[in-house]
């Protein structure tokens, strides 16, 4: 019997899959290989950042393992976490320990068990600066392994999973590593200037938070209702040499120095090609923020790569700069 999984992806696109398996323990999920490796299989977390086909034919898996463990050590505490632990809660519930780390990275939607796989990122923090270990089950053999961060090759929105392990393992759980200390991160200009807006006296993780959470309402539209996957595109990475070309091209670029040149901002790239509002009826870039792609209520996987193909069309023709696309669109699309 056919699953419709327009309601476990955050697009809300139609997808009628063959079979969903839902896992909620480890040794499930080990005890299911290697019988469940095959080419058909997808494995579908939270689906925050997948563009799913109409039609899926093969088994849809789903690893939603529960649970925190922690573990204190003298500077640090470590907190292993089930892969299908919801990643906003996650966070308000280590900042309501006194824990601090992840504070930029609230109100991310998705699972625990996403995170490594695309590095997320926000507001000058990524997962790498908390990351301890990954554990994933082997599609091969059902065996379990355990990553250390430098292992996991993260690097922007990428990881090894992502890459060489992408079709071989199934992520079961990460650890983090939160320092006792804080160490905040305040120099993303948008954050300052959201916690100047609250006139915070002294500006702690919760502070932090409560500033992200507030940014993040103001600018990114609810997945509950309007469909999108939150940014459809990264930041496009230029040599320093074209960046400064673009700038004086381009008055007002906005760009950030990083490994490997300047760091485009895909936002403003889009807007500058007065793409913010417009759309092809299914289908259109958000009126508040234009790097994310909304379905209007009708729209299929085709729909979204028509109108995504378009505006990476008017981006590489204005400026000579590619956009890639950072949800994982399945080939069957």
């Not at 079961?172 to 320092?179: S, V």
């Not at 993303?188 to 609250?198: I, S």
């Not at 996987?301 to 590619?322: I, K, N, Y």
């Amino acid at each position: 019997m056919a699953v419709d999984l327009r309601a476990r992806n955050t697009l809300g696109l139609p997808c009628q899959a063959h079979e969903l398996q839902v896992i909620t323990s480890l040794a499930q999920l080990q005890a299911g290989f290697p019988r469940w490796d095959e080419a058909s299989l997808l494995v579908l977390a939270g689906g925050s950042n997948v563009v799913l086909p109409e039609v899926w034919p093969g088994r849809v898996l789903q690893p939603a393992l529960r649970g925190r463990q922690v573990r204190e050590e003298k500077e640090a505490v470590l907190i292993q976490v089930g892969a299908g632990e919801p990643w906003p809660e996650l966070v308000r519930w280590t900042l309501a320990q006194g824990w601090s780390g992840l504070e930029n990275l609230s109100d991310i939607p998705g699972w625990a068990g996403a995170a490594p796989l695309q590095n997320i990122g926000a507001y000058g923090v990524e997962l790498a600066d908390v990351l301890q270990e990954v554990q994933s089950v082997d599609r091969r053999d059902g065996r379990l392994r355990r990553w250390q961060r430098a292992d996991c090759a993260l690097s922007y929105r990428d990881s090894i999973f992502k890459g060489a392990a992408r079709d071989t393992q199934v992520i079961a759980g990460i650890t983090l590593r939160l320092p006792r200390r804080a160490q905040l991160h305040l120099d993303y200009g948008d954050l300052r200037a959201e916690l100047d807006r609250m006139a915070v006296s002294t500006v702690d993780a919760q502070s932090v938070a409560t500033a992200v959470s507030r940014l993040r309402a103001r600018k990114l539209p609810d997945p509950a209702l309007l469909g999108n996957a939150g940014s459809f595109f990264k930041n496009p990475i230029v040599s320093q040499a074209q960046a400064d070309a673009l700038a004086r091209q381009e008055p007002g670029l906005v760009a950030h120095a990083c490994a490997g040149g300047q760091k485009l901002a895909a936002a403003w790239l889009i807007d500058r090609c007065g793409l913010r509002g417009q759309g092809n009826g299914k289908v259109a870039c958000h009126r508040d923020q234009a790097l994310v792609l909304v379905n209007l209520g009708a729209a299929t996987a085709g729909d979204v790569l028509a109108w995504a193909g378009h505006v990476q069309d008017c981006v590489r023709q204005r400026f000579a700069v590619e956009l890639e696309i950072e949800p994982r669109v399945y080939a069957s699309c």
